[in-house]
């Protein structure tokens, strides 16, 4: 069960990963509708899924939530250091938001509910200035989320993703706090 609320959307709530909702990342992790366009190809054991937990969950300078409808949880949001490290991270006031639900929550609004809730939460409470998302040219639903949500298409890594057999563009959106609707 997950743990206390963390912050409230419209229609989910955000909740703090614990060690007992290990067993719900590892679900989402081995789903192939959501492995393929969000994580990596490979398995989630027991070992791979401890070490997410460890070393990424667990890591202080990260947000890791859990979506949930009440205590049904149903999809993972967080917030990151962008790929240039922690210390670039905090001089430049800049994280990256990623987010996955499960197969059975898609299309139903949650997703959206949730990352606008922690683009708020990046914003007002941790003073970020710049949010980044990156996105496999294939994840259409993904990328209109972005873009719903205000974020910029600002560059195309050609072919820089597999998946199912292609590859595939990354797109890279931004999200600037001056130009969030919030």
């Known amino acids: 069960m997950p ?8 229609d989910v709530t ?3 990963v614990d060690r007992e ?7 989402g992790m081995n789903d192939p509708d959501v492995w393929r366009h969000a994580l990596g190809p490979n ?3 027991d070992a791979v899924i401890e070490d ?16 949930c409808d009440g205590e049904e949880p149903m999809g993972h949001v967080s917030l990151t250091s962008t790929r240039y490290g922690p210390n670039q ?15 059975a929550y898609h299309g139903q609004g949650y997703g959206g509910d949730a990352a606008s809730r922690m683009i708020r939460y990046a914003f007002e409470d941790r003073n970020m200035r710049r949010l980044d998302a990156q996105v496999g040219a294939f994840n259409e639903d993904s990328a209109g989320l972005l873009e719903s949500l205000g974020f910029e298409h600002e560059g195309t890594l050609r ?9 595939h563009d990354a797109y890279w959106y ?5 130009d969030w609707d919030g």
């Open 89 to 103: 991270t905090m001089r430049a006031r800049r994280e990256e938001l990623a987010y996955w639900l499960l197969p």
């Open 21 to 27: 909702d290990v067993p719900f990342l590892q679900e």
């Open 159 to 167: 072919e820089a993703t597999w998946f199912r057999g292609e590859y």
């Open 3 to 10: 743990g206390p609320t963390f912050l409230e959307g419209e």
């Open 14 to 16: 955000l909740r703090a």
């Open 43 to 45: 398995p989630a054991g």
């Open 174 to 178: 931004g999200l600037l706090r001056e």
């Open 52 to 67: 997410f937990y460890e070393n990424v969950v667990a890591d202080e300078d990260a947000v890791h939530c859990l979506i």
